[in-house]
């Protein structure tokens, strides 16, 4: 296989703007586009500023209920900073920072329920 990275991966939401908003004004993340795909359908995609990988914000998948995607993993180069700014833009995050062996995260979920982790990755596994 000559694969080099992966491009972009979906998260199933109910509301394409909500979840819009949720990504770029929560978590600082630029907006790569929001597209009509024909009379009822969007391509909302986002990513972390200068990230290759980018996320769609998808509502067309039957097999994909909004809330159902968790484990998706943000890397942060502060995380301290970085969850002040969720804490200060009304983001809840669950309980204080947890450490690991490979580094420190913390978890919280987007507007539908969908998991995420914020971590710093450190020693081992970086």
């Known amino acids: 296989m000559a694969t080099t990275k992966v491009q972009l991966f979906s998260i199933p939401v109910s509301d394409q703007d909500r979840s819009r908003d949720f990504y770029v004004d929560k ?7 929001d597209n009509t795909m024909g009379p009822t359908q969007r391509w909302v995609q986002v990513r972390p500023h200068g990230a290759e990988t980018a996320i769609t914000l998808v509502t067309w998948f039957e097999t994909m209920t909004p809330g159902s995607s968790q484990g998706t993993v943000i890397e ?16 809840e995050v669950e309980g204080d920072i947890q450490n690991a062996p490979w580094g420190r995260f913390v978890t919280f979920h987007d507007p539908d329920g969908n998991g995420l982790i914020l971590q710093e990755t450190t020693g081992a596994g970086a």
């Open 27 to 33: 978590l600082g993340f630029e907006l790569v586009a």
């Open 76 to 91: 942060s180069d502060s995380l301290d900073a970085d969850v002040v700014q969720l804490l200060d833009r009304g983001v």
